[in-house]
């Protein structure tokens, strides 16, 4: 018990002796760091900007890419529609189940049902 909390203790000592050995950042270098950064992402961007007008503009690909999304928007719209008719012959369903029983119940179950009515 007590070796293995002299073997944690020696273990963290280590570990702060190494964090103290670490060169100390200063703010200069915090600066410098930050400005590299910028500068990395101002020539990234001009180098996309360079790629896209680079690339050529009768890209075979493109026609198809936006076939794609054309296609891929219209199956959206009609899935929507296709839910939204089910919804409404769900709910109509519903409704001419409820009048015929409420008919049943007023007149006694005299009538066509749907089957014998087609």
Do not use: C, W
Not at 28 to 39: C, D, Y
Not at 81 to 103: G, Q, T, V
């Amino acid at each position: 018990m007590i070796g293995r909390e002299l073997n944690d203790k020696k273990e963290r000592f280590q570990r702060i002796e190494m964090l103290l050995q670490e060169p100390v950042t200063t703010q200069s270098e915090l600066e410098r760091l930050t400005a590299e950064v910028t500068r990395l992402r101002r020539e990234t961007g001009q180098l996309e900007q360079k790629i896209e007008m680079n690339a050529p503009a009768d890209d075979k690909l493109h026609i198809y890419k936006t076939q794609a999304n054309s296609i891929s928007k219209k199956k959206a719209e009609k899935e929507e529609e296709a839910k939204k008719l089910e919804m409404e012959k769900m709910s109509l369903e519903k409704m001419m189940r409820e009048k015929e029983e409420k008919y049943s119940r007023e007149k006694g179950g005299k009538y066509m049902k749907r089957d014998d009515f087609r």
